[in-house]
């Protein structure tokens, strides 16, 4: 079917979500460099990245024209390849879509608008205590505007840009709505790297050009032979498997562990992320549920030190939406 009147398929989504992989590609150096809350790691460009090429990668293969097939698969394959604070709250909002899409062949505007409404209302869920001015607030104010677009009837390809416009002006409030944005000088990373998403997305429902080709992405290790004065701790992440895992008992460990909880999943797959001091403390505890995979334990410290010195400091100019 052609891309796009009223409706798209699941191919059409497929190759949208390619798309929103190839702009978050060609922006992952400004987003991590707009990267200070909840810490200044100058992570967030790479993390959204790997979650959404994880995604991307898990519908490569498929040629089935089902919306919801397509959007379930994708969700799945977020879930599995997230990274980070940002990651796992994107993997979410991909859960919600596909769970907004569920049982249909194609997908009209009103149908995804009700589908980010779904992505807003799980995002909020899972993080423990929701700051404004943040990736979170990007995705309720687009799915409010996804809304009221799709009352008017208009086009697939005009709406979704309405959604696009919604988006970068959310990302431009954002410093008014958190003061550690403000002092810095800059957007939220993750709200920009949600308004990349959106714009790839799209680019390829309205046909503009978009580069499906992928060049390489660096990956970046933090030193463990350096000494650092220790204020930020560990970003610990990984997926937990089990057979009736206590999905409470675990979410409230996580939580008393440190900062930035999430814990999304069910009682056999569960994906855990969070800041903590004691990275073996957590693991060990984790081991004790159930099989761990998908290790990865960064030293946010190192990396706020490292980012600092590239930038010499931490404020720099807000780039131009």
């Known amino acids: 079917m052609p891309v796009m009147e009223t409706e798209i398929g699941g191919q059409d989504l497929k190759r949208a979500f390619a798309a929103a992989r190839v702009q978050l590609e060609q922006h992952i150096d400004e987003v ?5 809350f909840p810490v200044p790691d100058g992570d967030t460009g790479i993390n959204m990245y790997l979650t959404m090429k994880s995604a991307v990668d898990a519908v490569e293969g498929i040629q089935e024209t089902s919306v919801a097939i397509i959007s379930a698969s994708a969700a799945k394959g977020a879930l599995m390849g997230a990274r980070g604070n940002s990651g796992v709250i994107l993997s979410q909002i991909m859960k919600g879509i596909a769970k907004g899409l569920e049982e249909k062949e194609t997908c009209s505007f009103p149908d995804f608008a009700g589908a980010l409404h779904m992505g ?22 687009v799915s409010e505007e996804a ?14 840009a309405s959604v696009v416009v ?3 002006e959310t ?3 954002t410093p008014e709505m958190l003061p550690v944005l403000k002092e810095a000088g800059v957007v939220d990373a993750g709200a ?7 714009k790839g997305m799209e680019s390829a429902i309205c046909r503009k050009d978009s580069s499906t080709r992928s060049g390489k992405v660096s990956s970046r290790k933090a030193s463990t032979t350096k000494e650092v004065e220790r204020l930020y701790g560990f970003d610990v992440q990984f997926l937990l498997e089990g057979e009736n895992l206590p999905v409470d008992e675990i979410k409230e460990k996580v939580i008393s562990s440190g900062e930035c909880p999430l814990v999304v999943g069910d009682e056999e797959l569960l994906k855990v992320h969070v800041h903590t001091m004691n990275p073996d403390e957590i693991l060990s505890y984790a081991r004790s549920k159930g099989t761990l995979s998908d290790i990865v334990v960064e030293d946010m410290d190192l990396q706020v030190n490292e980012q600092v010195k590239k930038k010499g400091g931490l404020a720099g100019d807000e780039p131009s939406l």
């Not at 991590?32 to 200070?36: E, F, I, Q, S, T």
């Not at 920009?192 to 959106?198: C, E, P, R, V």
């Open 166 to 168: 919604r988006a970068r």
């Open 120 to 141: 807003s209302e799980l995002a909020y869920k899972v993080v423990n205590d929701p700051v404004e001015g943040t990736i979170l607030t990007v995705i309720r104010e």
């Open 32 to 36: 991590n460099a707009l990267n200070v």
């Open 171 to 173: 990302v431009k409030k």
């Open 147 to 160: 809304s009221r677009v799709a009352a008017k009837m208009v086009s697939f390809g005009r709406a979704i």
């Open 192 to 198: 920009k790297g949600l308004y990349y998403i959106l």
